[in-house]
């Protein structure tokens, strides 16, 4: 069955720090997979996409298929990026755009 | 454009009752979800819909059930609320299309205390 593992509830570092927030998954087939941000008051929306290969407010994602992982990067944090990701898998067949989503990591950028 | 919309923003319920949370959506979305977030759960889906008039069965659909009578709207009932449906409630909606799988767009969230 399809799974989304990040293993820290709570990441606390410094500003100008390097942040990496862990995502690992398990799926049979091809995985899609994306990482979601809710600041404080907002609304859960998306960061990133491991497809686009794009770069978001700094944060950078690869996917890798040998360790099944996709760890959420930036090389300084900001006290802005204080917020609660999630990393989530797109699953299932059939065309339905369904996310399985990991437990959450709140990032706390301290100053 | 407003976006996803749900009604009502908070809402307190004794064991036993029901009631009907509301999403709404502007976007001409063809696929909408229901999810509950829960601590150290993350968000998990109750029931989603493809189109108008379709419903299906997400991983935690007990206890739920819904309705896809119009395209923008998708309705969450909970018939005989229980103290375990005490989470916050939140909608999305996906365009499904090709290269848009995965994006989806999230409500406000609705929290939900059952006494």
């Known amino acids: 069955a399809q799974r989304v593992t990040q293993p820290e509830k709570l990441l606390s570092v410094f500003k100008g720090a390097p942040v990496e927030l862990k995502c690992n998954y398990s799926?049979?087939?091809?995985?899609?997979l994306f990482w979601y941000v809710q600041y404080s008051r907002q609304r859960l929306q998306l960061l990133l996409r491991?497809?686009s290969r794009e770069s978001i407010k700094g944060f950078t994602a690869d996917l890798n298929k040998g360790e099944t992982s996709f760890h959420l990067k930036k090389p300084f944090a900001q006290e802005e990026d204080s917020a609660m990701y999630y990393c989530?898998?797109?699953?299932?067949?059939?065309?339905?755009?369904?996310?399985?989503f990991g437990q959450g990591t709140t990032l706390q950028v301290k100053p | 454009n407003a976006g996803v919309t749900q009604t009502p923003k908070f809402r307190v319920l004794k064991t036993g009752q029901s009631m009907t949370l509301l999403c709404a959506q502007d976007?001409?979305?063809?696929?909408m979800y229901w999810y509950r977030q829960d601590p150290g759960m993350g968000l998990r889906l109750i029931h989603y819909?493809?189109?108008?008039?379709?419903?299906a069965k997400g991983e935690v659909p007990d206890g739920y059930n819904v309705s896809r009578l119009k395209k923008q709207n998708f309705l969450l009932g909970l018939e005989s609320a229980a103290p375990s449906q005490t989470s916050v409630y939140f909608c999305?909606?996906?365009?499904?299309?090709?290269?848009?799988?995965?994006?989806?767009?999230f409500g406000p969230g609705t929290r939900l205390t059952v006494l």
């Open positions: 491991h497809i």
């Open positions: 999305a909606s996906s365009s499904g299309l090709a290269g848009g799988q995965g994006e989806q767009f």
């Open positions: 989530a898998l797109l699953y299932g067949s059939g065309n339905t755009g369904k996310l399985i």
């Open positions: 799926y049979s087939g091809s995985p899609e």
């Open positions: 819909s493809v189109g108008e008039g379709t419903t």
């Open positions: 976007m001409n979305h063809e696929y």
